[in-house]
Each structure stands twice: as C-alpha cells, then as structure tokens.
C-alpha cells in the first residue's frame, strides 16, 4: 500500500483483497462490539437486570453504577447491556428472515416471469401499501408481542421491499447476454439463480440488507417505546427509554444512555454500508 493511501485514512486487508476505509472500519468496530455485547451480556453485566441497587431512582453515574440507576433503582449499565441482546437479536434474524425471502422470491420473479411474477408482484405490492407502523401496531396487539411474533411481524414488514429491490437487480441482469447463452446451454432456474444472478448481485443486496437492518431496530423501538415490543421483565433499549422517559426533565443517564445505545448502532450500520469496500459495492470490478 502505497504511502498516498496511507495519509488517506486507509486500511488494507492484503490477505483478503479488500480495502476498508477508515470510516467504515470505526462502523464495523462498533457493531462488531455490539453484536459481542449481545452474546455475552449474561457473563459482562455488573448486576442482576432486576435487582434493585440503588436507594435513589433515576440516580447519577457513580464508581459503582458507571450509567446510574432506572426509575425503581436499578443498574442501567446492565439493562443496556442486556437489552442488546432483545434488539440486536431481534432485528438480526427479522432482517435475515425478510432478505432471504424478498431476495429468493425476487430472483424466481425475474427468471421465470409470466404469471408467476405478476402474482408475487401484485401480492407483495398489496401488502407493501400497508403503513409499517401500523401493520405493526395492528398484528403485535391482536396476537401478542412474544419474541416470535415481533421477529415474524417484523419480517413479514420488510420482505415486501426486499422482494422489489432483488427483483430490479435480478431483471437487469436476466436480460444480459450471459444469460442468454446459460439458457441456450439448457441450463435450470435453479442453476441461473443460484449461479448466474445472485453472484452479481449480492453486494447491493448486502447493502439493502444493513439498511433494513436499521429500519428494523427503529420500528422494534419504537413499538417498544408505545409498550408493544419486549414485555416486562426483559427489555429492549426502546423499552428502556419507555420506562424512563419520567426522568427527561432531570436529564437522568437512564434516559439518555438506550438513546445513543439506538443512535450509535444505527449510524455505525450506516457508516459501514457507505463505506464498504469497492470489491463488495461492485463486484463486476471484482
């Protein structure tokens, strides 16, 4: 690596070939930090999630509660902690289960077309017409807001957009002349998503994907914050700023803390899709 990139912030991955910038690593550091956090919350977090440790609510940071104390008085630093996992965890396997669909039936639509693309099309044009908020707000209050419903409800919101975004890409590139010529060969569907379509078009899916991603954690908070995400005992970090709004005129931590918890895992997946390294933005140059 040449000394001119050097001095322009950056760093090179020469084993793997990509080449992150310096933004976008500080991204990946974060959520990467994040994603340990909600694996290992049990065994890092200071108290009991429920124990109450301090006599005072809403209490300051001190030596002994690093982020204070909530309203009933207890550690903040491991509810945060703990409500990584509801929310990271949440929304990693919402938004997993949204892009695999939207991508795979996108890809069907494309190669196979006809009647069979209308349908899908109509179905998923149908059901993305409907507000997410209040799709949300309408299933989560008829059925329950168990982590599989809100995991499923969440899914189902997202793969609507996912659908059309993998279908665009994969029209594109069904009607190259590569794909022609695996037709003519007698090729398969099955081979042609699989082998043809989805090589060239998984960098912009992986895109999509960290941008429904952070969709997913705000609709989560934000269902949890109106009382209709994770229920008592557990929490995630928009139930988090529910239970401790009362303390917004004191500027309590137990407020401000789940907030930039949601702001710096939200901007960190956006600084890390902005920055992505060509080779995963475009694989044609690859």
């Known amino acids: 690596m040449s000394h001119s990139e050097t001095a322009s912030g950056r760093l090179s ?11 976008g690593a500080i991204g990946l550091a974060i959520i990467l930090s994040w994603a340990l956090v909600a694996i290992f919350a049990p065994l890092i977090i200071p108290y009991p999630v429920g124990e109450i440790v301090d006599l005072d ?7 002994e509660l690093w982020l204070g104390s909530d309203y009933l008085g207890r550690d903040m630093l491991s509810r945060i902690l703990m409500g990584a996992r509801y929310t990271v965890g949440i929304s990693l396997a919402a938004v997993t289960i949204a892009c695999f669909n939207g991508v795979v039936l996108g890809m069907i639509a494309a190669v ?27 299933v989560v209050a008829a059925v329950g807001s168990s982590v599989p419903v809100l995991i499923m409800t969440l899914s189902v919101i997202y793969i609507p957009g996912a659908y059309r975004f993998a279908r665009a890409l994969a029209v594109n590139i069904n ?34 994907l960290g941008i429904r991603f952070v969709f997913i954690v705000l609709l989560l908070s934000g269902l949890s914050f109106l009382g209709l995400g994770v229920q008592p005992p557990y929490a995630d970090w928009g139930a988090l700023v529910r239970e401790n709004i009362g303390g917004l005129p004191f500027g309590a931590p137990a407020v401000m803390f789940p907030s930039l918890a949601i702001a710096s895992l939200t901007i960190s997946v956006n600084l890390l899709i902005d920055n992505l390294p060509q080779k995963i933005r475009d694989r044609s140059e690859s």
């Open 13 to 23: 991955g020469t084993r793997f070939g990509y080449r992150f910038n310096i933004v």
């Open 175 to 208: 009607a190259m002349d590569f794909i022609t010529v695996a037709r003519i060969r007698g090729e398969s569907t099955l081979y042609l998503i699989r082998s043809e379509i989805l090589p060239n078009i998984v960098g912009p899916v992986l895109a999509d």
């Open 112 to 138: 196979a077309g006809g009647w069979l693309d209308t349908i899908l099309s109509r179905f998923l044009d149908a059901l993305n017409s409907i507000p997410s908020k209040l799709f949300g707000l309408v």
């Open 57 to 63: 609510y809403f209490g300051p940071m001190s030596r």
